[in-house]
């Protein structure tokens, strides 16, 4: 049996020096120290041998187990080390070579369109404040002079959840419960930037989802020239020092009086064209004096305070300051066209 052992041995051994994949080795494991193995075989066997030769066997063996275990464990580690150095001749890295250029984002465009609005007009003392956008109907439209079955709520086609809840359809409400806040016993000069919502068909130039910006400033002694002032100096800052503005008569239920504001079309100077449809204008934002009404809902006096307010569509502004043509590329998130408008 001790002449068995050491023929395993050495026959493993050999098999070992020979083998030349990690495979053939874990063969040779499994064939000499696995359960059905010579060695364990051997073992079995010692129950025939006398009490004085059997721990001298079981020695014998617990050392050939070692020594074999020990030949496959550092073939092992030199095919290893032989099939890594092989890897790392046939896969050699020019460190010469330029790196792979890394993709940096940026804001999204009506982002920064919106962050240079603000920016804007914190420049002119207002303050940036915000608001829920599921909004009650009663900030929405009644404390806005709304009131139910007010005509002009059709055109804001609304999206409701309950009769008293729904998506806000502009950012108004922010200003009526900024001025609720107050109670009238404050001046008040703020902007409210948000998304709204309302049912409508998307196409080039609508969508159900669109981003406004919605301006209010009411004091005492508050007047139309005021209000102009302010768009003048915003359209020739955001637009450039060349444009001119009009305001044109118009409706709003908040307001009154109320305009609607233009600036002259930057491709023909307000001479006619194709963009601007021969008028040499271009409209951008509606507004005028607060209502008396909704001064009077909000807790203000009318006859002390009156105040002026007015609202841009955040994609309207971007698509004439651009040239873009479509408002849902703002939405597709194809980054080919975002990326022109934001620096890696």
Known sequence: MKERLQTLQ???LNKVNQASTLETLQAIRVSYLGKKGPIT???RGMGKLSPEERPVIGDL????????ATGLDNK????????LEKKLETEQIDVTLPGRPVSVGGPHLLTSIVEEIENLFIGMGF???EGPEVETD???????NLPKGHPARDMQDSFYI??????????????????????GNKSLKMICPGKVYRRDTDDATHSHQFTQVEGLYVDKDVRMSDLKGVLNRFAKQFFGEEREIRLRPSFFPFTEPSVEMDISCKVCHGKGCSVCKQTGWIEILGGGMVHPRVLEMAGYDPTVYSGFAFGMGTERIAMLKYGVDDIRYFYTNDVRFLSQYYKA
């Open 10 to 12: 050495q026959e493993a």
């Open 41 to 43: 075989e051997v073992l």
């Open 61 to 68: 063996a617990n050392k050939v187990r070692e020594s074999i």
């Open 76 to 83: 092992k580690a030199d095919l290893e080390a032989e099939a």
């Open 127 to 129: 303050e940036v404040r």
């Open 138 to 144: 009663y900030y929405n439209f009644e404390a806005l």
């Open 162 to 183: 309950t009769e008293e809840l729904l998506l806000r359809t502009h950012t108004s409400p922010v200003q009526a419960r900024t001025m609720g806040k107050y109670k």
